[in-house]
């Protein structure tokens, strides 16, 4: 069975640091670029971040470069988003994707909320 289970999500004030991850299960994850998602109160899903396979590329929306930083653990098939200097604009649902060929896989999702 296929499963992406994203942890690491909680309250943590402006300026702050969060590390989700998300551990996968029931697919051979080293094959799958993964990415991150995220969708806010009243907002489309938008692309975070995005890694390949081989960890030889990755990509980051606008909004989040330099301050974010996605990693992936081909051993322990793990994918992780570090996310620093962490903005109110941040606050959202952070899910976990695995992606090829027709092949998309979700994950549950994990609250991620930027508040003093």
């Known amino acids: 069975q296929v499963q992406l289970v994203e942890s690491g999500g909680g309250l943590v004030q402006p300026g702050g640091s969060l590390r989700l991850s998300c551990a996968t299960s029931?697919?051979?994850?080293?094959?799958?670029?993964m990415r991150w998602y995220r969708q806010a109160p009243g907002k489309e899903r938008e692309l975070v971040a995005h890694?390949?396979?081989?960890?030889?590329?990755?990509t980051y929306a606008d909004s989040v470069k330099g301050r974010f930083t996605i990693s992936r653990d081909n051993a322990k098939n793990t994918v992780h988003l570090q996310m620093n200097s962490l903005k109110p604009e941040d606050t959202a649902v952070y899910y976990c994707?695995?992606?090829?060929?027709?092949?998309?896989?979700w994950g549950q999702g994990t609250q991620v909320t930027v508040s003093s």
């Open positions: 029931g697919f051979t994850f080293n094959r799958y670029s």
């Open positions: 890694i390949t396979s081989t960890s030889d590329t990755t």
């Open positions: 994707n695995a992606r090829r060929g027709v092949s998309n896989v």
